[in-house]
Each structure stands twice: as structure tokens, then as C-alpha cells.
């Protein structure tokens, strides 16, 4: 089985400033790893997944994540961020037997602030 | 291009009653999968269904079953609501059984009073 610890519930950061959202996880297995982004009553969007190769993976709208094997992490991070950056952001793991059943964290919010 | 598309978008109904929910996977996926998420917390995997079988199953009792139809689309059905299945339900859609391309729809908002 796997698990995901999504270190802090909540973000605060100013606009312009660079964040950081962690992210641990556990398995016994291979993982794939992923972050979504979920904005008020909708559902989530994928920011980026790293399935193998490189462990800095890009992702949509400035995200990046960097896949730590040895710290089980997959910390999420943005040099500059934008007001319209304010939202709920998801971890999420999976193993290569179970492509449709991902474990997700608990979620972080971020509030980016003028 | 259609993404995933979920109706209702929100629904109140009494303990004990049935429900039935409804999604249609994004145009040439053919896998779709069920998500609950709680207030305040991160999705939970129902079910995924793939050429009209179930193929995975998380955690929850057996009031939670599916369907899903030829043309790809799939129902959540929920008998013996209790309060604590309020919840949004996702509805995630993928091109295969092996794809991580998960496409999710906007959720159905269930209200169970």
C-alpha cells in the first residue's frame, strides 16, 4: 500500500514570491508521482507527473517538481507566484499495477497575496 | 473537445434513499474512474471500470456500485445514504488501463440531509 504526506495544510505567500509545497510519500514499489491543482467547485487539473527519466519534471502554468527517490519526496515549486496561483494543490501516488488508483494527500492551500 | 462531463452538479437527498450518478469520459478515453472527496480532504478512490468491468476497487462498502456502457459512459450508484456520504464525487477519465493522463470532471456536489 501506498501513502502520501502533504506537509503543510496551508500557504501563505505574497505575489512575486517563489513557493514551495512538500510533499512525502511511502510505497513498497515503484511510484508514480503527480501534483493537481484544484480550483473553487471544480474538479482537479494536472500540474505535472513524473513517471521515470529525469526527476525534474515541468508541468503547465510554471510548476515544477523534483523527484527525491532517496527522501521519498516530490516537492512542488513555482519561482514567482500570481494571484491567480490561489488554490488547493493535491499530491498524488500510484504504482505501475494500479494506473487507475491513485492515493492522494490531503491537500494544500495556497493563497497567494498582494 | 468535450472534457469529462459529470450532471448533476449538485444533489440533496434524504438518508436511506438511493442515488445515481452520472459521467461521461472525455472523447477517446475509455477508462473511468471514481473519486469521493470530503470537505477539507484530498480524493479517495472508489472504483475504476474498463470494457464494462469493474478492475479496481478501494475501500468502500458494497452501497457504493457502478456501471459502466458500451459507449463508455459510467454511473455511481450509492444505496442507504447515511450524512457521511456527502461529498463531491469525481469522475476521472483516461485513454487505457495504463495511461496516468487522468482527465477528472467538475464533480457532482451530493448532500445527504
Known amino acids: 500500500a501506498q501513502s502520501v504526506t502533504q506537509l503543510d495544510s496551508q500557504v501563505p505567500v505574497f505575489e512575486e514570491a517563489p513557493v514551495e509545497l512538500r510533499c512525502n510519500y511511502s510505497s513498497s514499489v515503484s511510484v508514480y508521482l503527480f501534483w493537481y491543482v484544484q480550483y473553487p467547485n471544480q474538479g482537479l487539473q494536472l500540474l505535472l507527473k513524473y513517471l521515470s527519466g529525469s526527476t525534474l519534471v515541468k508541468g503547465i502554468n510554471g510548476f515544477e517538481a523534483e523527484f527525491n527517490k532517496s527522501q521519498t519526496s516530490f516537492h512542488l515549486r513555482k519561482p514567482s507566484v500570481h494571484i491567480s496561483d490561489t488554490a488547493e494543490y493535491f499530491c498524488?501516488?500510484?504504482?505501475?499495477?494500479?494506473?487507475?488508483?491513485?492515493?492522494f494527500g490531503d491537500g494544500t492551500t495556497l493563497t497567494v497575496k498582494p | 473537445d468535450a472534457g469529462v462531463t459529470q450532471s448533476p452538479t449538485h444533489l440533496i437527498k434524504t438518508r436511506g434513499q438511493q442515488v445515481t450518478l452520472r459521467c461521461s469520459p472525455k472523447?477517446?478515453?475509455?477508462?473511468v474512474s471514481w473519486y469521493q472527496q470530503a470537505l477539507g480532504q484530498g480524493p479517495q478512490f472508489i472504483f475504476q471500470?474498463?470494457?464494462?468491468?469493474?478492475?479496481q476497487r478501494g475501500n468502500f462498502p458494497d452501497r457504493f456500485s457502478g456501471h459502466q456502457f458500451p459507449n463508455y459512459s459510467s454511473e455511481l450508484n450509492v444505496n442507504a445514504l447515511l450524512l457521511g456520504d456527502s461529498a463531491l464525487y469525481l469522475c476521472?477519465?483516461?485513454?487505457?488501463?495504463?495511461?496516468?493522463?487522468?482527465?477528472f470532471g467538475s464533480g457532482t456536489r451530493l448532500t445527504v440531509v
Open positions: 476521472a477519465s483516461s485513454l487505457s488501463l495504463a495511461d496516468y493522463g487522468y482527465t
Open positions: 498524488a501516488v500510484t504504482t505501475n499495477t494500479n494506473a487507475g488508483k491513485s492515493t
Open positions: 472523447s477517446g478515453h475509455d477508462t
Open positions: 471500470y474498463y470494457e464494462e468491468e469493474e478492475r
